[in-house]
T-cell receptor
Framework: SQTIHQWPATLVQPVGSPLSLECTVE??????LYWYRQAAGRGLQLLFY??????ISSEVPQNLSASRPQDRQFILSSKKLLLSDSGFYLC???????????FGPGTRLTVT | KNQVEQSPQSLIILEGKNCTLQ??????????LRWYKQDTGRGPVSLTI?????NTKSNGRYTATLDADTKQSSLHITASQLSDSASYIC??????????????FGTGTRLQVTL
């Protein structure tokens, strides 16, 4: 079964600073990968998903971007963080033919 | 608009008691419904997943039901334990495109099991 790694686990960054969150997957190949954000008291919001290397679909226009440089690596980035970017960021993966999405442990981002 | 509403928002029960969490959805086209358990500060973990043709599914002390006609689902927890304290999230998939499915998440029910 697949294992999803995310780092860092927690991050405190000032407004206007850059961001890079990394997600890697083990135990599967050619997965679909997803980035979600969970704000306090709200449901998970899909930010980006990818069905293959270099293929990124954005769900919500914002100052974040995503990249998939390798099959099992998914990166979430920002050039300049906003206060509203604070939240809990989750990476998820799903394998072909399986409707199940498996989530990573998450990254808690606080923008100050 | 695709929406998933859960109730109650929060719940406190005594250890050993049963409880039922509710989920109502307006999602089209419906693909499947999932219940996840999310411990504080952790990623969600899948409990059950049900397609249109399934109306009940169990995972240990967790039993989920689905009424596709009324667009309602429930999660029943039997003989609750302290470790059941978590948020329970109802998620509905509204795509038939397999693994690139789009999910609509409820805001969750926060369950606290006490002694």
């Amino acid at each position: 079964s697949q294992t999803i790694h995310q780092w860092p686990a927690t991050l405190v960054q000032p407004v206007g600073s850059p961001l890079s969150l990394e997600c890697t997957v083990e135990g599967t190949s050619n997965p679909n990968l997803y980035w979600y954000r969970q704000a306090a008291g709200r449901g998970l919001q899909l930010l980006f998903y990818s069905v293959g290397i270099g293929q990124i679909s954005s769900e919500v226009p914002q100052n974040l971007s995503a990249s998939r440089p390798q099959d099992r690596q998914f990166i979430l980035s920002s050039k300049k963080l906003l206060l509203s970017d604070s939240g809990f960021y989750l990476c998820a993966c799903a394998t072909s033919g399986n409707y199940e999405q498996y989530f990573g442990p998450g990254t808690r981002l606080t923008v100050t | 608009k695709n929406q998933v509403e859960q109730s109650p928002q929060s719940l406190i029960i005594l250890e050993g008691k049963n409880c039922t969490l509710q989920c109502n959805y307006t999602v089209s086209p419906f693909s499947n419904l999932r219940w996840y358990k999310q411990d504080t500060g952790r990623g969600p973990v899948s409990l059950t997943i049900m397609t249109f043709s399934e109306n009940t599914k169990s995972n240990g002390r967790y039993t989920a039901t689905l009424d596709a006609d009324t667009k309602q689902s429930s999660l029943h927890i039997t003989a609750s334990q302290l470790s059941d304290s978590a948020s329970y999230i109802c998620v509905v998939s509204h795509s038939n495109t397999g693994t690139a499915s789009k999910l609509t998440f409820g805001t969750g029910t926060r369950l606290q099991v006490t002694l």
